[in-house]
Nanobody, 120 residues
Framework: QVQLVESGGGLVQAGGSLSLSCEVSGTLFRVIAMGWYRQAPGEQRELVATINAGASTNYADSVKGRFTISRDSSWKTVYLQMNSLKPEDTAVYYC??????????????WGQGTQVTVSS
């Protein structure tokens, strides 16, 4: 069974930094992409950043130049380094993994979320 566990959220002042981690347990045949999404109160969940199997990255315009997504070589951990944080970055951050479980079947997995709060 595949599980994702996030860590690293917390409270930080505007302009500060936080680093999120997401550890993947269980067996994945081949990762398609790993990413981070966030959801603020009363808002829809939105993409923050993704990294695909070719190591190409994609960022929301609102975080470009401030956030960096990376992963370890085994595709078991994905990171999000967040710098120059703003109050509007306050949200629950969710880890996401899309992967093949065998040659034919792929699925999508989510972590439980970690709260990031940026005070002004």
């Amino acid at each position: 069974q595949v599980q994702l566990v996030e860590s690293g959220g917390g409270l930080v002042q505007a302009g500060g930094s936080l680093s999120l981690s997401c550890e993947v347990s269980g067996t994945l045949f081949r990762v398609i992409a790993m990413g981070w999404y966030r959801q603020a109160p009363g808002e829809q969940r939105e993409l923050v950043a993704t990294i695909n199997a070719g190591a190409s990255t994609n960022y929301a315009d609102s975080v470009k130049g401030r956030f960096t997504i990376s992963r370890d070589s085994s595709w078991k951990t994905v990171y999000l380094q967040m710098n120059s944080l703003k109050p509007e970055d306050t949200a629950v951050y969710y880890c996401n993994v899309r992967a093949y479980l065998d040659y034919h079947h792929h699925d999508e997995f989510w972590g439980q979320g970690t709260q990031v709060t940026v005070s002004s």
